[in-house]
């Protein structure tokens, strides 16, 4: 079956703390892995992805295929990282096909 | 560029009225359109895959008499909520397949449907 867990519904951290989002995943085949986010009363906008290994507004996320994980790190929260978070999953021969989410996770960063 | 523009934002029905929503790409041609449907900070849905000029292709359990998917032409794709019930409140996001993207697809802003 093809799934994407993210455990946490809701994350609390404090300004400046270090942030880790888990993703796990299930998934036939090769997949390709992305971490959308949802900022308040806004779009989903792509976040990163596994196959540009960058980092994007200093998170980071690394495939581990051992473990099927792919979690989101970012060793110091901002008040403004506050936002819904989603994995997703796809075929990385699937250009283009319908990807699949996680639950997402809510992170909330205190002032 | 490759927005996609989701009307209405919100929108308000009486218990067994439809609803329609559309979802427009603005400066490209979107020939493969998905909806989906998201509860409260939890997941999205996929309730179903239109390509323009076919019928959708719908998720399991999602019923296509209830959730018309019409996708005539390359810039719009519509849902249409019908005979619409309480159950049926939620938010609806399209997005459209864009594979001049870094991941493919570039999402709507959603539509807010409560139905009273």
């Known amino acids: 079956a093809q799934r994407v867990t993210q455990p946490e519904k809701l994350l609390s951290v404090f300004k400046g703390a270090p942030v880790e989002l888990k993703c796990n995943y299930s998934y036939s085949g090769s997949p390709e892995l992305f971490w959308y986010v949802q900022y308040s009363r806004q779009r989903l906008q792509l976040l990163l992805r596994?196959?540009s290994r960058e980092s994007i507004k200093g998170f980071t996320a690394d495939l581990n295929k051992g473990e099927t994980s792919f979690h989101l790190k970012k060793p110091f929260a901002q008040e403004e990282d506050s936002a819904m978070y989603y994995c997703?999953?796809?075929?990385?021969?699937?250009?283009?096909?319908?990807?699949?989410f996680g639950q997402g996770t809510e992170l909330s960063v205190k002032p | 560029g490759a927005v996609v523009s989701q009307h209405p934002s919100w929108v308000i029905c009486k218990s067994g009225t439809s609803v329609k929503i559309e979802c427009r790409s603005l400066d490209f041609q979107a020939t493969t359109m998905f909806w989906y449907r998201q509860f409260p900070k939890q997941s999205l849905m996929l309730m179903a895959t239109?390509?323009?000029?076919?019928?959708?292709?719908?998720e399991q359990g999602v019923e296509k008499d209830k959730f018309l998917i019409n996708h005539a032409s390359l810039t719009l794709s519509t849902l249409t909520v019908t005979s619409a019930h309480p159950e049926d409140s939620s938010f609806y996001i399209c997005?459209?397949?864009?594979?001049?993207?870094?991941?493919?697809?570039?999402f709507g802003s959603g539509t807010r449907l409560t139905v009273v």
């Open positions: 596994h196959i």
């Open positions: 997005s459209a397949r864009v594979p001049d993207k870094p991941d493919g697809y570039t």
């Open positions: 997703a999953i796809r075929g990385i021969y699937n250009q283009g096909g319908k990807l699949i």
């Open positions: 239109s390509n323009e000029g076919s019928k959708a292709t719908y």
